[in-house]
């Protein structure tokens, strides 16, 4: 079933606790996404659900499994699979915020590249609702620090990227062994056709819900590309952090040492950037974008595994530092603008002829109307003619 619009929370037949959680977040009518998945889940129905990022999905299933979960069974009721440790991270902050109200209802979050010990001892307080990375639970398993066979409902969110990151055997070893549930959550950006061979083996009558990225939910971005040397690309972004006064961005690169040398040429220029990527240690990953979340940095500098997870309404300007190699992966990073219903910018820097081809491709394969720009002599962006 597709939905383009949502409906009140209090027409959801919420307990008290939850409606008391989401009214402390001043939030009245759900998302689309919200608005098809939490009554089939509340019902124990299999769901798969085509969403855009950044349209609420975690509320759509935790919800139900906060409703669900029983603070007197101390063994795990809910499991939810996240490709990384950013996305768990934020995953866990949400589940916690709308358990607020429901005592006796813990959750843990397991990742890698994290001090193991640390998470054992978390385990040792017995929380019915684990978030995790599959490799790390994986560990875990092995150890038989946690049981997860219990788990009445498994969710996985970004299916489709986890299963393209590897992680298919994980995954479904994971679902084999946590073969009590009484529903299968799948949340995905794309089905993808991993994501719909295990909806194939683990679902049974699932809801289908597709939100369509209508005018209602679209995200209002102006995109623009702009043909730029390789070494003039951190020039042409403080140019037009000056020109705009943008404080809030981010910068995607395809690369690790893509993301460090834009980093460092940015901080030559005075702009106070930081970067992560795979080799940096998570502690200082965190850190980072705690800054950032917290309107203290001006542009985040990421790769594109790296940035998945960090969920951020009030991104001004997204920058494409070098063109993505996967069409999906455009669409995830000008989707960190224009939401929350503002308008958003992103700027693709376009410095060789595959790059050139490549954007081209993706604006057609897309749909998106990527605009040709340079600085006039005035210093403002305006239209390449022809």
Not at 58 to 64: E, K, S
Not at 99 to 128: D, F, W
Not at 169 to 180: A, G, I, K, Q, S
Not at 300 to 311: E, P
Request: hydrophobic share 40%; proline share 4%.
């Amino acid at each position: 079933m597709e939905y383009t619009q949502g409906v009140r929370f209090d027409s959801l037949n919420l307990s008290p606790e939850i409606m008391r959680a989401i009214e402390g977040r001043n939030i009245a009518v759900s998302t689309p996404v919200q608005a098809g998945c939490i009554p089939p889940m509340m019902d124990w129905q299999d769901v798969i659900a085509k969403a855009p990022t950044g349209t609420g999905k975690t509320f759509a299933y935790g919800i139900p499994i906060i409703e669900h979960t029983d603070p007197q069974d101390e063994s795990v009721q809910a499991v939810v699979l996240a490709p990384t440790r950013e996305l768990a991270i934020q995953i866990t902050d949400e589940l916690r915020e709308l358990a607020a109200y429901k005592p006796g209802v813990r959750t843990v979050c397991l990742y890698g590249g994290a001090p193991i010990g640390r998470q054992i001892e978390t385990l040792k307080k017995h929380p019915q609702i684990v978030v995790a990375t599959p490799g790390r639970l994986s560990d875990h398993m092995k150890r038989r620090t946690v049981r997860v066979e219990t788990a009445r409902t498994v969710v996985l969110d970004e299916a489709d990227r986890m299963l393209d990151m590897g992680f298919v055997h994980d995954v479904t070893r994971l679902l084999d062994r946590m073969n009590r549930r009484r529903n299968l959550g799948l949340f995905s950006a794309t089905i993808s056709r991993e994501v719909m061979d295990i909806a194939w083996v683990y679902q049974r009558d699932a809801a289908e819900i597709t939100v369509r990225e209508d005018e209602q939910n679209k995200p209002d971005i102006k995109q623009f590309r702009m043909e730029v040397a390789q070494n003039e690309k951190a020039d042409a972004i403080a140019r037009i952090l000056e020109e705009t006064g943008f404080d809030r961005c981010m910068a995607f690169c395809n690369t690790k040492g893509s993301t460090e040398r834009i980093t460092k040429f940015l901080q030559m220029r005075g702009i106070d950037a930081e970067c992560i990527h795979g080799d940096i240690p998570q502690r200082r990953r965190e850190q980072v974008m705690e800054r950032f979340r917290q309107g203290e940095l001006r542009v985040f500098v990421s790769t594109d595994v790296a940035a998945r997870g960090i969920d951020v309404d009030d991104v001004d300007i997204v920058f494409n530092c070098d063109v993505p190699d996967e069409n999906q992966d455009y669409i995830h990073r000008i989707g960190r603008t224009g939401r929350a219903r503002r308008q958003g910018v992103a700027v693709t820097l376009v410095a060789d002829y595959p790059s050139k081809m490549r954007i081209d491709d993706i604006a057609q394969k897309t749909r998106n109307e990527i605009v040709a720009v340079k600085f006039g002599e005035d210093g403002q962006l305006t239209a390449v003619e022809g």
